[in-house]
């Protein structure tokens, strides 16, 4: 049973004190979720896009402001092209859907560089974007073609082009010119970070914005990943003690 929900406000419970501002979720174990039951790969994105919809909604429920979900890498082009099809074809269904799914009031973001995909996807990802534009209850980022190291390369550029154009002095760039610059522009920092399946590290994702955060790893693969271990996830958040570099 989860610890707070559900589904209306009026029904939360429990609410740790310090909920954090942005949770980044790693959406990873859909490949071994699949193998351990003899199914192929794909299904077990099926089943992770099924989940990312659960969790979207129970993180609105429970009033979280901002999260994000790694959808897509730059370096996940290079897995089999029925596996790339098949989560593009997830894509097409879920990020119309998911926002049916949420009603009003959620901001949609894709994070990452959307030149690439097929026009079709690309202008309805540019159109829930603009749709969306002006919800404040939360706001949805979706990493998709996305790269941390990436995406601060592609900040650069736009301030080098603004520093050829003659409006900007170099002298005057800084971490927050920086943070301007990137495809979270105006978005708070991750300050949780939540990755299952088992694997310990960040794997390219915000990290510019993950500087401070903190992370919550557990064995579960994502398709498995519930409500009740976002709870726990959450509790684990409420006791830190962050000193962001103080004592
Ligand atoms: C990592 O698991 C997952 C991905 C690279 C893709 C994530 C995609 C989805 C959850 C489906 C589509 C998403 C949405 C939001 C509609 P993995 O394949 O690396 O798993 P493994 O490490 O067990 O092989």
Not at 144 to 150: A, E, F, I, K, L
Not at 194 to 199: A, D, H, L, T, V
Request: glycine share 6%.
């Amino acid at each position: 049973m989860a610890l707070f929900r559900k589904k209306d406000k009026e029904e939360v419970i429990g609410l740790p004190e310090n909920l954090p501002q942005h949770v980044g979720f790693i959406m990873d174990g859909n490949g071994r979720w699949a193998k351990k039951r003899g199914l192929p790969r794909t299904f077990g994105h099926r089943e992770g896009a099924k989940n990312f919809k659960k969790i979207v909604r129970y993180c609105k429920d429970i009033g979280l402001k901002n999260i994000s979900f790694y959808a897509f890498s730059t370096e996940n082009w290079q897995r089999p092209k029925e596996e790339v099809e098949t989560i593009m074809d997830l894509f097409r269904e879920y990020i119309v859907d998911v926002r049916k799914h949420l009603s009003e009031n959620t901001r949609m973001i894709f994070l990452g560089d959307k030149s690439v995909f097929d026009d079709d996807l690309r202008e309805k990802m540019i159109k829930l974007e603009q749709d969306t534009a002006h919800y404040t209850e939360m706001n949805l980022l979706m990493a998709v073609n996305y790269g941390g190291r990436d995406e601060i390369a592609h900040a650069a550029r736009l301030l080098a082009q603004q520093v050829k154009d003659g409006t900007l002095d170099p002298a005057d760039i800084t971490e927050d010119s920086i943070s301007e610059n990137l495809y979270t522009k105006g978005i708070p920092d991750v300050d949780l970070v939540i990755r299952p399946s088992g694997e310990l590290r960040l794997s390219n994702y915000l990290i510019w914005q993950c500087a401070y955060a903190e992370y919550y790893f557990t064995d579960i693969l994502w398709p498995d990943f519930t409500s009740e271990e976002l709870d726990k996830a959450l509790i684990d958040f409420d006791g830190r003690h962050r000193r962001f570099g103080g004592v």
